[in-house]
T-cell receptor, first 115, second 109 residues
Framework: SQTIHQWPATLVQPVGSPLSLECTVE??????LYWYRQAAGRGLQLLFY??????ISSEVPQNLSASRPQDRQFILSSKKLLLSDSGFYLC??????????????FGAGSRLTVL | EDKVVQSPLSLVVHEGDTVTLNCSYE??????LLWYKQEKKAPTFLFML????IEKKSGRLSSILDKKELSSILNITATQTGDSAIYLC?????????FGKGTKLSVKP
């Protein structure tokens, strides 16, 4: 069966510090991978998605970047965090060659607080 | 611009009540409508609806899609405190899911 791992679970970082959140999927190959941010009162906002190694699409221009160095690994990064980067970050995957009718499976999330 | 709107944003009921959560969507190349339940952390999948008028049911939860009205409802009967959560609706277009802001349901004993 497929599993998704995301870490760290919680993170408190000062403004201006770097960020790295990691996500890995097991039990499948060629998944589509996603990073979402969930802020209070704003719902789930898609940040990045990837359909393959090295292929990253950005939905919202901002202070963050994503990379997919391996088929089942997705990394969310920032060089310098802003206060507004605080939130709950969720990694998710679905089957490759998605037609928009596939179920997203989410990781447990990473709660980031920027002080 | 694609959007999904859920109502109400929050709801407080007592155990045993029946609730109906609403979701409307405006999405280009609509493919599917999904419902998720989010308690503490990861949203967990409840239903995926692709055909209009066909009810999906799981225990006390059920959902139906109305493509003509571009909407869906999620019903929960005989609510329990364990149903307290944020319920997320998402509309699938080609290659992407658009999420609503969610409905926060609180079930009081």
């Amino acid at each position: 069966s497929q599993t998704i791992h995301q870490w760290p679970a919680t993170l408190v970082q000062p403004v201006g510090s770097p960020l790295s959140l990691e996500c890995t999927v097991e039990g499948t190959s060629n998944p589509n991978l996603y990073w979402y941010r969930q802020a209070a009162g704003r719902g789930l906002q898609l940040l990045f998605y990837s359909v393959g190694i090295g292929q990253i699409s950005s939905e919202v221009p901002q202070n963050l970047s994503a990379s997919r160095p391996q088929d089942r690994q997705f990394i969310l990064s920032s060089k310098k965090l802003l206060l507004s980067d605080s939130g709950f970050y969720l990694c998710a995957w679905d089957k490759g060659h998605s037609s928009g009718a596939n179920v997203l499976t989410f990781g447990a999330g990473s709660r980031l607080t920027v002080l | 611009e694609d959007k999904v709107v859920q109502s109400p944003l929050s709801l407080v009921v007592h155990e045993g009540d029946t609730v109906t959560l609403n979701c409307s969507y405006e999405v280009t190349n609509f493919r599917s409508l999904l419902w998720y339940k989010q308690e503490k952390k990861a949203p967990t999948f409840l239903f995926m609806l692709t055909s209009s008028g066909i009810e999906k049911k799981s225990g006390r939860l059920s959902s139906i899609l109305d493509k003509k009205e571009l909407s869906s409802i999620l019903n929960i009967t005989a609510t329990q405190t364990g149903d307290s959560a944020i319920y997320l609706c998402a509309a699938g277009s080609q290659g992407n899911l658009i999420f609503g802001k969610g409905t926060k349901l609180s079930v009081k004993p």
